[in-house]
């Protein structure tokens, strides 16, 4: 059998995931296997620190889900798009591959195109296997 | 018998530069040899390592070692020296965070070797000789110590007591971290023996940075001639002095240059070059980002080739990836 992917999804706290609260009634959000949802304080709070600990801790991909233009109260998408953008070109010098970063944009009724974008990006990091992270033991 | 304390200084992967800041103290080097007694300092004293295996286990009182570990012979000595002293200080910032010789951890043993011995073009090497751990040479065998894949900092391969940063660590650090050591008034272990705050707080241009800056074209520092007065950011050099710890003396801003990270990352910054990659990204076009498109973007990024080694320059060890896995 093969593993299942493991996908972090950072939603906003102010749009998306509370959409995602309400329609998990009868649907958890967590259906997908190997998706876990992580609430964050606005999308801009998403650092590159938090992307890279999420590879370090196994995850095969990472999605950020934040609010679509003009709709964030902070700007934080803004400087997140640009702070992602950024990070896919450094992480890509580690050898991890840009496609494991994704950036897509909900509001807070938009909970079908979030569920429809994280199932299709969990086939598309199915399809790449693991990022190519070292582990502690293999440091030698 | 003396009974001064015993201090010992050793070197691993290292330019040397760590110990030219020893004697760099100038005259104050004399209060330290009157506190007291060196007891291992290869780079200028002729004392062996059979010495250092002679003493009792925490016989020299501080051990101040530099430069990152990367061979067998580098763990052994340090394992020594450590088994060997009371306090262990990582001495400057490739023994704290891996420094410039971490910078490998993109490569490994393999293409390193590749590269500095068969397609360097100032090494003629025809037969393609590579360096090996054991060569018979005439019936006798010749050794090398194991070169590894990957660069360590001191405290992944062993424990240590406290930290000196910088590239190398200024005179005014190392004079208060010795006389703390001889007065017994240490902090915590583990504990960064420099100021907690960040590099920009107390730069000499913050008085005069704009409240908002917005940087609309990056610039690499050789592309222009960088006002002294002004910040880097202000002028589209990436300077690192957000996320790196201060400390330094503002050594290359003063001589205009921007900062590189040597001092390490600041209190509570995890991983120094995502921190700073953070900071950059956040004021890239700033003034006008909602018009921005993500091909807008690229385009202001891809004006500095080589990010990761950028961003990373100092810390790649000991960062949250810590290598590229090849």
Known sequence: ?140 | MSSKPKVAFYWNASCGGCEEAVVDLAEDILQVVEAVDIVFWPVALDFKKKDVEAMDDGEIAVSFINGAIRTDEQREMVELLRRKSGLVVAFGSCAHIGGIPGLANFYNRELIFDRAYRTVPSTPNPDGVLPRTSSDIDDDELTLPEFWDTVKTLDQVIDVDYYLPGCAPPPDLIMDAVTAILEANLPEKGTVLAPRKNLCDTCPRSESKPDKISIESLKRPYEIEADPEKCFLEEGIICLGMSTRSGCGERCINANMPCRGCFGPAEEVFDQGAKGLSAIASILGLEKEEELTDEDIERLIDRIPDLAGLFYMYSLPSSLLRRKKL
Request: hydrophobic fraction near 40%; include cysteine; proline fraction near 6%.
């Open chain 1, 1 to 140: 059998m093969s593993e299942d992917p493991r996908i972090v999804v950072f939603c906003c706290n102010w749009s998306i995931y509370p959409g995602l609260q309400l329609s998990a009634i009868d649907e958890n959000p967590d259906d997908l296997p190997g998706v876990s949802h992580i609430v964050s304080m606005c999308s801009g709070r998403v650092s590159p620190e938090l992307v890279i600990e999420a590879f370090v801790n196994g995850a095969w991909g990472v999605m950020l889900a934040g609010c679509p233009t003009d709709e964030c109260e902070h700007d934080g998408n803004y400087k997140t798009r640009k702070r992602f953008i950024m990070l896919r070109k450094v992480l890509e010098e580690f050898g991890i591959e840009p496609g494991r970063i994704s950036m897509d944009w909900f509001s807070t009724g938009e909970v079908a195109k979030l569920k429809q974008s994280v199932r299709e990006f969990v086939d598309r990091i199915t399809e790449m296997g693991p990022a190519r992270v070292v582990k502690e033991q293999e440091l030698g």
